[in-house]
Nanobody, 121 residues
Framework: QVQLVESGGGLVQAGGSLRLSCAASGRTFSTYTMGWFRQAPGKEREFVCR????????SCADSMKGRFTISRDNAKNTVYLHLNSLKPEDTSVYYCAAGRWGGSSMDYAYWGQGTQVTVSS
């Protein structure tokens, strides 16, 4: 079992940056692929980025490549999402998740409670 707690969200102006963190409990963190998803009001949850259990392989959705990156520190049981060049349309609740390699929410068994990111124009 893995428990996940996100932090780092907030209000930022367009063009700004944020770093989201997701702290995991449990000793099995390093065995999971970690992913970030987001969900805006009235929209479906969408994949943002994922990182392999060792951190050597990352993948982000095409619309976010070049702006968002993902990293992890297994010694700290933490995964990060680096958000750059933010746009108002990036406003969403961002969730981290633990599971297997994949870009679907169905690939992830454990979820955090989410952190709100609001980008003003």
């Amino acid at each position: 079992q893995v428990q996940l707690v996100e932090s780092g969200g907030g209000l930022v102006q367009a063009g700004g940056s944020l770093r989201l963190s997701c702290a995991a409990s449990g000793r099995t963190f390093s065995t999971y692929t970690m992913g970030w998803f987001r969900q805006a009001p009235g929209k479906e949850r969408e994949f943002v980025c994922r990182i392999s259990y060792g951190g050597s392989i990352t993948s982000c959705a095409d619309s976010m490549k070049g702006r968002f990156t993902i990293s992890r520190d297994n010694a700290k049981n933490t995964v990060y999402l680096h958000l750059n060049s933010l746009k108002p349309e990036d406003t969403s609740v961002y969730y981290c998740a633990a599971g297997r390699w994949g870009g679907s929410s169905m690939d992830y068994a454990y979820w955090g409670q989410g952190t709100q990111v609001t980008v003003s124009s």
